[in-house]
């Protein structure tokens, strides 16, 4: 049974950091291209980060470039998003998917940037 469980959601002032993690199983996780998601109230989903099998290739949304950085553990099944320097608008369920031969997402997991 797949599943991808997103974790470290949460509220944060603006300039604050939070880490999301994404957990695997039921697939080889290696073979798979991991991303980062997000979608905020009333917008539609958004591409934020992405990155290769090996963890080589890593590719970010222009809005996030120099603020997230996304990573992934194979040993672990785990890919993170590092996020600095919050603002507001980086307010939305964030969300991972894996991308390989199949498509696999996250139920989500809420971030609120606010003072």
């Known amino acids: 049974q797949v599943q991808l469980v997103e974790s470290g959601g949460g509220l944060v002032q603006p300039g604050g950091s939070l880490r999301l993690s994404c957990a695997a199983s039921?697939?080889?996780?290696?073979?798979?291209?991991m991303y980062w998601y997000r979608q905020a109230p009333g917008k539609e989903r958004e591409w934020v980060a992405g990155?290769?099998?090996?963890?080589?290739?890593?590719s970010y949304a222009d809005s996030v470039q120099g603020r997230f950085t996304i990573s992934r553990d194979n040993a672990k099944n785990t890919v993170h998003l590092q996020m600095n320097s919050l603002k507001p608008e980086d307010t939305a369920v964030y969300y991972c998917?894996?991308?390989?031969?199949?498509?696999?997402w996250g139920q989500g997991t809420q971030v609120t940037v606010s003072s």
């Open positions: 998917k894996a991308q390989g031969p199949s498509a696999y």
């Open positions: 039921g697939f080889t996780f290696s073979r798979y291209a």
């Open positions: 990155i290769g099998g090996a963890g080589v290739t890593k």
